[in-house]
């Protein structure tokens, strides 16, 4: 099971920038994915962003096309969620995910705060 460690939420003015971070841990699984998803308050949960840990390939929600990046460190075994141009239609708490592409995300981190204002 992979254990994981968001880090960077915050509460900033709209059109400015935050990197949320999640740093994995333990064993990982063939075909490994990790990706973001974000929950607005009395909304479902929604995907953001994947990525493909080995190949690197990348996937966006429509959303944030263009505004939002997604990348991994393979060093640090983490992935990162660059979000620019921020709106308040972005405010959510924002939870890491991964898994493998056979069994969908298993493992969720515990969700940072991003809150952004108009």
């Known amino acids: 099971q992979v254990q994981l460690v968001e880090s960077g939420g915050g509460l900033v003015q709209a059109g400015a920038s935050l990197r949320l971070s999640c740093a994995a841990s333990?064993?990982?699984?063939?075909?490994?994915?990790m990706g973001w998803f974000r929950q607005a308050p009395g909304k479902d949960r929604e995907f953001v962003a994947r990525i493909n840990w080995s190949a690197g390939s990348t996937y966006y929600a429509d959303s944030v096309k263009g505004r939002f990046t997604i990348s991994r460190d393979n060093a640090k075994n983490t992935v990162y969620l660059q979000m620019n141009s921020l709106k308040p239609e972005d405010t959510a708490v924002y939870y890491c995910a991964a898994g493998s592409i056979s069994q969908g995300f298993e493992n969720w981190g515990q969700g940072t705060q991003v809150t952004v204002s108009s």
């Open positions: 333990g064993r990982t699984r063939r075909n490994y994915i």
